[in-house]
């Protein structure tokens, strides 16, 4: 039998706590990220990104300056953050484009996701900000490690083409199927993208 004492309750206690607030506080900042990306979401579609204040934003998103500063830095950090976001969702949910064949499953399987995130992106390429998206997608392409420039190059001139394409494809209401976009995309980049740049992606992180 074994015996507990008053101190080590204590003990187990406070790291009870102590967790419990870690948790409550991962919850409240995890709300305040949510309430700002939909509150930019919003302001985005009535005014000029510019003009943007953060005192606007979080008078809409319903937080203090005091929160928005504990999660960012401006409201270009919000923005990065919903693009960012997407792409590793994207990716956890489809896969890495430069880890698979690109075959009309891939394809159609990231068109639907891309449907599925109309409410995200349709007020950001509606608003003129896919130039914006676009560049920040960019950088993201030119931090895969192991590729060479020429790879580098041919990874942007695909994912050029694919952004564009989506940016037409959700301002127009979508009106095509995802198995249409897929088999557009398999017509125009049929062999595009080498088996180098395969290989070196799939060395990257997922």
């Known amino acids: 039998m074994t015996y507990e004492t008053d101190g080590s309750r204590r003990s187990v206690n406070n790291e009870e706590r102590l967790a419990g607030l870690r948790r409550h506080s991962e919850e409240v900042n995890k709300l305040v990220v ?26 809409k998103a319903g937080v203090s300056r005091m929160a928005f500063y504990g999660n960012f830095q401006s409201k270009d ?36 996701f891309v449907a599925g995130k109309s409410d995200i992106l349709k007020p950001i390429f509606a608003a003129g900000y896919s130039d914006k998206y676009l560049r920040l997608v960019n950088s993201m392409v030119r931090r895969i ?21 989506t940016v037409h494809w959700i301002t127009g209401g979508c009106k095509e199927t995802p198995e249409q976009m897929a088999r557009y995309c ?15 992606g799939c060395r990257t992180t997922r």
Not at 45 to 53: A, N, Q
Request: glycine share 6%.
């Open 34 to 59: 949510e309430s700002l990306q939909g509150a930019l979401l919003q302001l985005i579609g009535k005014k000029p990104y510019d003009s943007i204040t953060i005192t606007e934003l979080c008078r």
């Open 77 to 112: 950090d919000i923005f990065n953050r919903i693009v960012v976001d997407l792409h590793h969702e994207m990716i956890s949910v489809v896969g890495s484009p430069f880890r698979r064949a690109f075959t009309d499953s891939w394809y159609g399987e990231m068109f639907r």
């Open 145 to 165: 490690p192991n590729l060479a420039d020429e790879d580098k190059y041919l990874a942007l001139l695909w994912s050029g083409g694919i952004i564009n394409a």
């Open 186 to 200: 398999s017509m125009c980049f049929a062999d595009f993208i080498p088996t180098r740049l395969l290989s070196a």
